[in-house]
């Protein structure tokens, strides 16, 4: 279900309009000045159908599990990645990932998968993940995939009926949990859907402001988790 972040259309089953208005302006004020550098460094890869005949996309349950985590946008997924991460088949890991580091942005990093990574119909191409200083920081991590935002928000409600979207601008936003970061300052859990600069994919991150991020101090090291 989509909803406009503005008047009459600022409507949860789960938040309240406050809530949401305010979640979706830490997330947008989070997301614009770190969209661009990943438009550069994802958006010129190969349109959905273009992938070489000879080579199979991966896919499995052990993927399907860590992608089902990684829609909560917790830190637990990162363990869950740990154990299924070799089902991605990583081709190439960069960290750090120098075109990912932007101002503020350190702990990137950015994984190609061999093939792409089929998760009942979504395919995923690539990961990447950073961290982004702030007040409070935050992390952000999440996946490539050969569908259009709107399309894969489509996708996304599939496996989990009770999402929902709110749009803001040209982003889609998913709020999961608003925090309770002290001094004032906002904290958000939420899902960004929005287009890679190719028109037929789109990347979904996690941003997660660090009072959410449990014992987490730091990302894991992403070759310890794609091990290649």
């Known amino acids: 279900m989509f909803y406009k972040n503005s008047g009459k259309g600022c409507l949860s089953a789960h938040f309240s309009c406050g809530v949401v208005e305010r979640v979706l302006n830490v997330a947008w004020e989070l997301?614009?000045?770190?969209?661009?550098?990943?438009r550069k460094v994802f958006g010129h890869g190969r349109r959905h159908g273009a992938c070489d005949a000879g080579i199979g996309?991966?896919?499995?349950v052990d993927a399907e599990k860590a992608f089902d985590a990684f829609l909560d946008c917790r830190p637990e997924f990162f363990a869950v990645l740990r154990d299924e991460g070799p089902a991605f088949g990583a081709s190439e890991v960069v960290s750090p990932a120098p075109d990912l580091a932007g101002e503020g942005m350190t702990e990137t990093a950015k994984v190609t998968f061999a093939a792409p990574i089929d998760v009942d119909g979504i395919r995923l191409l690539k990961y990447s993940q950073m961290k982004a200083a702030g007040q409070p920081d935050a992390w952000w991590?999440?996946?490539?995939?050969?569908?259009?935002?709107?399309?894969l928000a489509d996708a996304i409600r599939v496996?989990?009926?009770?999402?929902?979207?709110?749009?803001?601008?040209e982003v889609?936003?998913?709020?999961?949990?608003e925090g309770k970061s002290g001094g004032g300052t906002a904290s958000a859990r939420t899902m960004m859907i929005n287009e890679s600069g190719n028109p037929n994919q789109s990347l979904v991150l996690c941003i997660v402001t660090s009072d959410l991020m449990g014992d987490m101090t730091s990302l894991p090291d992403v070759s310890g988790m794609f091990r290649q």
């Open 141 to 151: 991590w999440g996946f490539v995939t050969d569908r259009a935002p709107k399309d």
């Open 172 to 177: 889609i936003f998913r709020v999961i949990e």
């Open 31 to 38: 997301q614009v000045g770190v969209t661009s550098l990943f």
């Open 159 to 169: 496996r989990e009926p009770t999402a929902e979207f709110f749009v803001q601008g």
């Open 57 to 60: 996309g991966g896919k499995g």
